[in-house]
């Protein structure tokens, strides 16, 4: 595909960019060879020998998308260059620009956090051709909160409760049904300000598939998308924007990744699950959402509200987006090994990061999505 100026699209202060450039890694690298002009790389010593041969002359591969996996995507593409050469420039802009990027044929992958709709595939399809939802990660979408006096964990949540949070149908922090569920705790006769995202977010998408299965009136009234009209509240774009503005707010409530929360020392509740079990966001409570479900060959299939005893109910997986017909083979196969390196390799760098590992049979069904990827009707990988 033919790539076209994308960095200037997207000039705002949120944006998290990762440029990694060759010559700016190398530190603990003893991977250096040197190649003759016109001639293909093999795999380095002790890489993945599923690995289709690199080309002799790296080239940069462009994405765009979701701001969920980002910090994840970034150590990747960090630890990919340094061994392999190749660089990857990203831009966490959101899933909606992801999936925009991608059927405009400016980057070479786009990245979401919620499954495209059938008009989203239909516009990509016509742009390149069929288009592939590689599943990566997963993770936790969590509440975070702003009441002075109560600690992170503190506070429990219900699906229904939540929703009608967010519906602004209970609209103080000492309402009888927020009381019931945390009889121990103090809460005041405060205003709830609700802050959710401005922007298409794939967070979003995840949020409200939530909220869509836990209550019919969020379903009817509002539904579920990167973007919806929310019934009030104050947006923020990206996590920084919803973040900052649940820290500065005095009895607010937003939705953030779980790592993003952790790493702002931001406080977040415990949330009961489909078993009645409250249950807090973790590595653990994250894995077990994925757990025990029948996944379809596409990989289109969202994970919340799991009937997993064990599961953090607003858990989603994230994917790379990208076209099946490719038309750079350098490019090509750049990509290729890299989402085959994530899924295998990669996966020793999620834990730390609070990031849960797809389960086996997922990345068997990736496998085979990520070999069905062609360059002039020949499959990339060996």
Do not use: C
């Given at each position: 595909m033919k790539i076209r100026r994308f960095l200037k699209w997207f000039a705002l202060p949120t944006i998290l960019v990762v440029s990694l450039l060759g010559g700016m890694i190398g530190c603990g690298d003893n991977s250096n060879t040197t190649t003759p002009p016109g001639s293909t790389t093999t795999n380095p010593p002790g890489s993945n020998s599923a690995l289709a041969p690199f080309p002799a002359t790296p080239v940069a591969l462009n994405g765009a998308g979701a701001t969920f996996p980002a910090v994840l995507y970034q150590k990747w593409f960090d630890v990919f260059n340094q061994q392999y050469k190749v660089p990857i420039n990203y831009q966490a802009v959101g899933s909606g620009s992801g999936i925009s990027a991608i059927t405009g044929l400016t980057v070479d992958f786009g990245a979401s956090d919620g499954i495209m709709t059938d008009a989203q595939v239909a516009a990509a399809t016509a742009a390149g051709g069929p288009i592939l939802h590689i599943p990566m990660t997963s993770g936790a979408v969590v509440l975070t909160y702003n009441l002075p006096g109560i600690k992170s964990g503190d506070l429990k949540l219900s699906g229904d409760v939540l929703a009608n949070i967010f519906l602004t149908n209970i609209k103080k922090w000492n309402d009888p049904a927020i009381v019931a569920l945390n009889p121990t705790l103090t809460l005041p006769n405060a205003d709830?300000?609700?802050?959710?995202?401005?922007?298409?977010?794939?967070?979003?998408?995840?949020?409200?598939?939530?909220?869509?299965?836990?209550?019919?009136?969020?379903?009817?009234?509002?539904?579920?998308?990167?973007?919806?009209?929310?019934?009030?509240?104050?947006?923020?774009?990206?996590?920084?924007?919803?973040?900052?503005?649940?820290?500065?707010?005095?009895?607010?409530?937003?939705?953030?990744?779980?790592?993003?929360?952790?790493?702002n020392n931001m406080a977040f509740a415990q949330l009961k699950n489909k078993?009645?079990?409250?249950?807090?966001?973790?590595?653990?409570?994250?894995?077990?959402?994925?757990?025990?479900?029948?996944?379809?060959?596409?990989?289109?299939?969202?994970?919340?509200?799991?009937?997993?005893?064990?599961?953090?109910?607003?858990?989603?997986?994230?994917?790379?987006?990208?076209?099946?017909?490719?038309?750079?083979?350098?490019?090509?196969?750049?990509?290729?090994?890299?989402?085959?390196?994530?899924?295998?390799?990669?996966?020793?760098?999620?834990?730390?990061?609070?990031?849960?590992?797809?389960?086996?049979?997922?990345?068997?069904?990736?496998?085979?999505?990520?070999?069905?990827?062609?360059?002039?009707?020949?499959?990339?990988?060996?």
């Open positions: 709830i300000t609700v802050v959710h995202r401005s922007d298409g977010s794939g967070t979003t998408n995840i949020f409200t598939n939530y909220l869509s299965k836990v209550s019919s009136e969020w379903s009817t009234r509002v539904g579920s998308a990167n973007s919806v009209n929310w019934p009030g509240g104050v947006g923020g774009s990206g996590n920084a924007g919803v973040a900052g503005q649940v820290q500065q707010i005095p009895n607010s409530i937003g939705y953030v990744e779980l790592i993003y929360a952790l790493q078993s009645g079990n409250f249950i807090t966001p973790s590595l653990e409570s994250t894995t077990a959402a994925a757990q025990g479900i029948t996944l379809p060959d596409d990989m289109k299939i969202m994970i919340t509200d799991s009937a997993n005893a064990n599961a953090y109910p607003i858990a989603g997986f994230t994917w790379i987006l990208v076209y099946q017909n490719q038309t750079n083979k350098d490019k090509g196969t750049e990509l290729v090994n890299f989402l085959w390196w994530a899924l295998h390799d990669g996966t020793s760098y999620e834990a730390g990061l609070q990031f849960a590992a797809i389960p086996a049979d997922a990345v068997k069904k990736a496998e085979v999505l990520i070999k069905s990827i062609k360059y002039q009707g020949q499959p990339i990988l060996p």
